[in-house]
């Protein structure tokens, strides 16, 4: 190796967390270095993640309400798909956004440096190029933000029809047939994709429903809207073997829901949860301790065991968000430059960006009857709204939460078109402390999609009889 480059600061991956971190620790006056083994920035969000999985869900949502319009009295001959094209577009967006990080981190005199980095001690990490170049690098302080990657099934075969979401985003085929193995966020955002493109999809979800974690009224909603995506959706089910032949991926299934033969698919799509990177980066040498799941535990500034070496993002836990991870890294970057900053958020918001999308943020109804929290609901049903009969799409609603004394709003969920750019008035409202009346009283531009959280909150304060 040279002889050891010294920074203030090193952030060790350069996702969303990490770039975050980075970007505040430079512009809070720190000499910052930024490793990344892959060689544009961005992480598993912008470049395998979050962002090229929203161009794709775009051109679906466009194809699909093209459609529609027949009943709107506008006709379309059958769409032609150049699938090249398709994946043209997505991975424009994709190099726009991490070229446009790249300028971010020059302009700030980040020094970005492309390896895979492992730390030698507290005080050092090594960088290894993919020429089998190494370097040394000396840190002040260090940011861990090396994220997490998709979970491999065991069983399921090494063969080019599995993959799991990066294989998915490629877009090499449209199969005819595909199976998704979990039925989460991001099991449902890539089927949504490959059905507005022709597929025809079976999901196996080892639990009794889909989308974890939202209520069972919002998902309702999504499965009506989608079942004819579907041939078959077997919950309370597992896989338990596949085989590669020839003409396909035979899959066994175990369950309540189990069909008793193999089954055939063109492609399988594993989207059973994410592991963090923690084993990955020689913590150890460090003296930073990782669970044995992998996970890096730190306190509310973003501290590992080590009091000069934090992490952030998806390697700290659940919820693996990109929005999550962001706040994180700006915590940790300004507690590094002596600020006293913590992790204080009181919620952070999910999005499934299905079609309808589904969102929801704070205390669900099904946490709020499992810890006997009394709440009164106010529910908008969008067939009401003038705005969303209008678009053509008055499946959804929206419903909010408030304590059952102070009335204020404790939580919020949203199906339906665009639930997912909504949900934010919900998160602050919530960060706010607003009561009912709060958000009922404040005037919402009509009509809009968004005036059903003002309407969903003069329902619940119709129902607060002590109310003024
Ligand atoms: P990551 O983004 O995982 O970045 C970690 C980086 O560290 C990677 O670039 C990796 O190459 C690098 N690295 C790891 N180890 C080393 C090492 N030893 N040396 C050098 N570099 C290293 N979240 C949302 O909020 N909204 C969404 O819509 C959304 N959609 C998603 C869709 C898909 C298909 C997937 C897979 C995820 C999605 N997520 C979404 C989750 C989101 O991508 C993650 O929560 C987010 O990327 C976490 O950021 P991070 O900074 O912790 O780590």
């Given amino acids: 190796g040279s002889t050891d480059a010294e920074y203030d600061v090193?952030?060790?991956?350069?996702?969303?967390?990490?770039?975050?971190?980075?970007?505040?620790?430079?512009?809070?006056?720190?000499?910052?270095?930024?490793?990344?083994?892959?060689?544009?920035?961005?992480?598993?969000?912008?470049?395998?993640?979050?962002?090229?999985?929203?161009?794709?869900?775009?051109?679906?949502?466009?194809?699909?309400?093209?459609?529609?319009?027949?009943?709107?009295?506008?006709?379309?001959?059958?769409?032609k798909i150049d699938l090249d094209a398709v994946r043209a577009y997505k991975d424009g967006v994709v190099s726009k956004l991490t070229g446009g990080l790249a300028g971010m981190a020059r302009a700030r005199k980040v020094t970005v440096v492309t390896g895979v980095g492992q730390f030698v001690d507290a005080q050092h990490v090594s960088v290894q190029d993919d020429k089998g170049q190494s370097q040394t690098i000396k840190f002040g302080s260090a940011i861990i933000a090396a994220g997490s990657q998709s979970v491999k099934l065991p069983f399921l075969p090494a063969d080019s029809r599995v993959f799991d979401s990066t294989g998915a985003l490629l877009l090499s085929s449209i199969p005819k047939k595909m199976l998704i193995v979990g039925g989460g966020i991001i099991g449902l955002e890539m089927g949504t994709v490959y059905s507005a493109l022709g597929t025809r999809l079976d999901v196996v979800e080892m639990q009794s429903g889909l989308m974890q974690g939202?209520?069972?009224?919002?998902?309702?909603?999504?499965?009506?809207?989608?079942?004819?995506?579907?041939?078959?959706?077997?919950?309370?089910?597992?896989?338990?073997?596949?085989?590669?032949?020839?003409?396909?991926?035979?899959?066994?299934?175990?369950?309540?829901?189990?069909?008793?033969?193999?089954?055939?698919?063109?492609?399988?799509?594993?989207?059973?949860?994410?592991?963090?990177?923690?084993?990955?980066?020689?913590?150890?040498?460090?003296?930073?301790?990782?669970?044995?799941?992998?996970?890096?535990?730190?306190?509310?500034?973003?501290?590992?065991?080590?009091?000069?070496?934090?992490?952030?993002?998806?390697?700290?836990?659940?919820?693996?968000?990109?929005?999550?991870?962001?706040h994180e890294g700006h915590v940790a970057a300004e507690a590094i430059a002596g600020q006293k900053s913590f992790f204080d958020a009181r919620v952070i918001p999910s999005v499934a960006y299905t079609d309808p999308e589904v969102a929801w943020v704070g205390l669900t109804e099904d946490e709020a009857k499992s810890q006997g929290?009394?709440?009164?609901?106010?529910?908008?049903?969008?067939?009401?709204?003038?705005?969303?009969?209008?678009?053509?799409?008055?499946?959804?609603?929206?419903?909010?939460?408030?304590?059952?004394?102070?009335?204020?709003?404790?939580?919020?969920?949203?199906?339906?078109?665009?639930?997912?750019?909504?949900?934010?008035?919900?998160?602050?409202?919530?960060?706010?402390?607003?009561?009912?009346?709060?958000?009922?009283?404040?005037?919402?531009?009509?009509?809009?999609?968004?005036?059903?959280?003002?309407?969903?909150?003069?329902?619940?304060?119709?129902?607060?009889?002590?109310?003024?």
């Fill in 10 to 79: 090193l952030v060790l991956g350069a996702g969303p967390g990490g770039y975050s971190a980075a970007f505040r620790a430079a512009d809070l006056g720190l000499k910052v270095v930024l490793i990344e083994r892959y060689a544009t920035l961005g992480g598993v969000c912008l470049n395998v993640g979050c962002i090229p999985s929203k161009a794709l869900l775009h051109t679906a949502a466009v194809l699909e309400e093209a459609k529609s319009l027949s009943a709107h009295g506008i006709s379309f001959g059958e769409p």
């Fill in 214 to 326: 939202a209520d069972r009224d919002l998902v309702k909603v999504w499965e009506k809207m989608n079942a004819g995506r579907f041939d078959n959706i077997m919950l309370d089910t597992k896989t338990v073997g596949a085989q590669a032949r020839e003409d396909g991926i035979w899959v066994s299934f175990e369950g309540k829901n189990a069909p008793s033969a193999a089954q055939r698919y063109d492609l399988v799509l594993q989207a059973v949860g994410r592991v963090p990177n923690g084993k990955k980066i020689a913590a150890d040498k460090a003296g930073v301790a990782v669970t044995e799941r992998g996970f890096i535990e730190v306190d509310r500034q973003m501290r590992t065991n080590v009091s000069h070496i934090y992490a952030i993002g998806d390697i700290v836990g659940q919820p693996m968000l990109a929005h999550k991870a962001v």
């Fill in 373 to 468: 929290i009394a709440v009164e609901r106010g529910v908008f049903p969008w067939a009401a709204s003038g705005r969303a009969i209008a678009n053509g799409r008055d499946e959804g609603f929206t419903k909010l939460l408030f304590d059952a004394t102070t009335h204020r709003v404790l939580g919020g969920a949203i199906v339906g078109t665009h639930a997912g750019d909504l949900i934010g008035e919900v998160a602050l409202a919530i960060e706010m402390g607003a009561d009912a009346v709060d958000i009922g009283k404040t005037i919402h531009p009509h009509p809009t999609l968004g005036e059903s959280i003002g309407m969903a909150a003069e329902v619940a304060e119709g129902s607060c009889t002590d109310l003024p």
